[in-house]
């Protein structure tokens, strides 16, 4: 482990947080408020970030393991600082809750301890829309977009940790080009939202705030009601379609930029996101239209729950906790799935559930012929054995969490549908569950153990499991004594 390295990268990225308070602190000005709330906060991180990254390191290899302790460590260190303009504020009184509104703000998850957010400082507000935005492609990927991070291969370390999905990869040879392509691209599809919503009418403050939270599918709002305060089917229909395109992987808008159309039209993780999508919400749509007025109604109110939903943002435009159960049940399946790997999306991800349909296909096929060997493959390439185990561990890892987390929040004594979908929605990263946490609801009444717990498994979504989980392995702490002759993989 090279502690020097891990505490310089983290020492920049505390000062790249300290500059980003200022965007929020310029919108609480704007507003009359007072600076004080962000200006500690940025003293603090100024200082802190600055003694780490004084000077680099004459060492500064970063290997597989350091990538992993450097992702993990700075996700949770940017979550307590991000959390100080609340706590100073008044706009959140108790620290852990704050701590719960920041990690779900950077793990772009939506969960909420607050009853009301309507009365929150604006400053405030911005910043916790904004820190979706910020944690929508990754933390580490911003960082790499406005400040060199060293060799290209330390880069791939942290974004392999940190990007959601099975496989990220380079979009070109240099990684810190193919950050600045995945945030240029990201956000000038921000820009054109908060364009299209405020030509719609919606005030230019509650534009950014919808599109930060649809970028990162986070899903804070500015409003009690969500978008549904709103009552305006254009806002419903910009946004659910927003919400959905954020759910791609990135790479598709890149190879469309350099003509690579083909790459596009046979990608079988897009194919299989778009039809899971449409099958549910064909099926929400049928069950639920003896409760509006009109097919128009139910068909525009399935579509945004379920581009909400599956992609993991959290937004609502109705209380879907009072819809039939067989329509809850689609949206409950819907926060596993969750997007498209290299998206901003959470959940499982549309290429792990594709790849297990494939792999257990196999299955069978190899116990009907003991003596065949199967071929599997994904995007028009053969997996090995090692991808396929990848999946299986991290699904196995991912059910132990879950079960566990299940257990520990049962202690509450909650209904078991709130314990349930509270965990599924944390660790899903997409914001609201049903019953006591549905989209009228919020996590206020859990205990702080419960709300530390739940910001571990936003944290653990977010990540894909590993990342935090391995900040509990002893040997990672150990110092490296010799440089290996290549750098790890993982």
Not at 215 to 221: D, E, H, L, N
Not at 280 to 302: F, K, M, N, P, Q
């Amino acid at each position: 482990m090279n502690y020097r390295i891990i505490g310089f990268v983290i020492g920049r990225i505390l000062l790249v947080e300290a500059a980003l308070l200022l965007l929020p602190m310029a919108v609480g000005l704007g507003y009359g408020e007072s600076p004080v709330p962000f200006l500690i906060p940025m003293a603090l991180l100024a200082v802190i970030g600055g003694l780490l990254s004084f000077r680099k390191p004459a060492h500064s290899a970063l290997y597989a393991r350091d990538g992993l302790a450097v992702v993990a460590l700075a996700w949770i260190f940017m979550s307590i600082f991000g959390g100080l303009p609340f706590y100073i504020s008044g706009d959140i009184p108790r620290f852990v809750d704050c701590i719960f509104e920041t990690v779900s703000g950077f793990t772009t998850t939506g969960a909420t301890i607050l009853t009301e957010v309507e009365p929150l400082t604006r400053g405030g507000l911005f910043w916790r829309s904004f820190t979706h935005w910020v944690g929508g492609m990754g933390v580490l990927v911003f960082v790499m977009a406005i400040l060199p991070m060293g060799g290209d291969g330390h880069g791939m370390h942290m974004l392999r940790a940190e990007m959601p999905g099975p496989a990220p990869g380079k979009l070109v040879s240099r990684m810190s080009d193919t950050a600045k392509i995945l945030y240029g691209i990201y956000l000038v599809m921000t820009i054109i939202e908060i364009v299209l919503l405020a030509a719609g009418g919606m005030p230019l403050y509650d534009a950014c705030i919808h599109s930060f939270g649809s970028a990162g599918t986070g899903g804070f709002s500015c409003r009690n009601l969500s978008v549904g305060a709103y009552n305006n089917p254009y806002f419903d229909i910009v946004i659910g379609i927003f919400m959905m395109l954020f759910g791609v992987n990135f790479n598709m808008y890149y190879f469309l930029l350099v003509k690579r159309f083909r790459d596009v039209f046979r990608s079988e993780e897009l194919w299989a996101y778009f039809i899971i999508a449409a099958v549910a919400v064909g099926a929400i749509t049928v069950d639920i239209v003896e409760l509006y007025d009109s097919v128009g109604t139910s068909l525009r109110h399935a579509f945004f729950q379920v581009s909400s939903i599956m992609t993991t943002t959290g937004y609502a435009t109705v209380d879907f906790n009072t819809w039939p159960t067989f329509s809850k049940a689609i949206l409950v399946a819907l926060m596993f799935i969750g997007g498209c790997a290299g998206s901003t999306a959470g959940g499982l991800k549309v290429a792990r559930v594709v790849i297990l349909e494939k792999a257990s296909v196999g299955e069978m096929r190899r116990m009907l012929h003991p003596n065949a060997v199967p071929a599997i493959r994904f995007e028009g390439k053969p997996l090995s054995e090692r991808n396929i185990r990848g999946v299986y561990l991290f699904l196995a890892v991912y059910m132990a969490i879950f079960v566990l987390s299940c257990l520990l929040v049962s202690l509450e004594q909650m209904d078991l549908v709130t314990v349930f979908t509270a965990v599924a929605t944390c660790i899903n990263n997409v914001g609201p569950g049903l019953e006591i946490v549905g989209p009228v609801g919020n996590f206020s009444s859990f205990s702080p153990f419960s709300k530390l717990l739940l910001s571990f498994d936003m944290l653990v979504g977010r990540l894909e499991i590993f990342p935090m989980l391995l900040l509990f392995a002893p040997s990672i702490w150990k110092r490296r004594l010799a440089a290996p002759q290549r750098q790890a993989d993982f």
